[in-house]
């Protein structure tokens, strides 16, 4: 025992002996780092994969998610979904299509709100969607959102050459606001210039509606209102003599 502690005591007063040792541990130190950082860059992780096919616009379901191992480093500098939770209950974007066997791209997934066409699926009976042009000083910077509830109100020229100017229909619900393209407007993290608002009317406003866009001099601006605003007139034409205006100027088709 007595040998081993002089062998110590020996090394370590050997100022060589020590500095080699030193420099060993640091390579050893370094050797382990560089390894753990290798292992932690290559290391498989599972992430989900289409089992068939998932066309565009259809949702995504647990049946249809399957699991796979591909290396960590991948998920660095691609944008590929690593939670089962961030795909079920969620879409494949229209123009594109998740093949068999294939991977989630964040930029193929969207909620059925950002679908172009699921606004459709809120049409209530004996309704039509209208669609209204739009701008981003009319929907006052951009204000108005999809479930919000707005006022028409409606401008034109009398034959007289008198403007009038006045609540047209009241308490209409905005199913969706677009942009040129089509694309819901805040469907994204950037916000996108509003160019179209959409929402229901009865068929017989519809037509109504229509008909004043067709008219030369005539103007609808949109309205904003708050969250409560009542639902018990909704979809009311408040002033006759704006909707007997519009069917003056106007034919009236026979329905046989």
Known sequence: MGNIINFFKKTIANKNTVTILLVLAGIVVLWVFYSMRVKEATSPIKVPYAKEEIQATEEITEDKIGYVEVNSKLLKTVDIIQSQSALIGYYVTTGTSI????LFYKSQIVT??????SVFDNIPDKHTIYS?????????GNSIY???KIDLYLKATDDSGKIMFGKFIESITVLGVRDSSGKDVFGTT???TPAELLFAVPNDMYELLMKAGYISGITLVPVPRNKAYTELNA???TIEYLKNFILAKTATLPTE
């Open 99 to 102: 093949p068999k066997g294939g």
């Open 132 to 140: 209204m042009s739009v701008n981003n000083h009319t929907t006052f």
């Open 190 to 192: 950037t916000t996108r």
């Open 235 to 237: 979809d009311t034409v």
């Open 112 to 117: 059925k709100a950002e679908l172009p066409n």
């Open 146 to 148: 999809p479930g919000d």
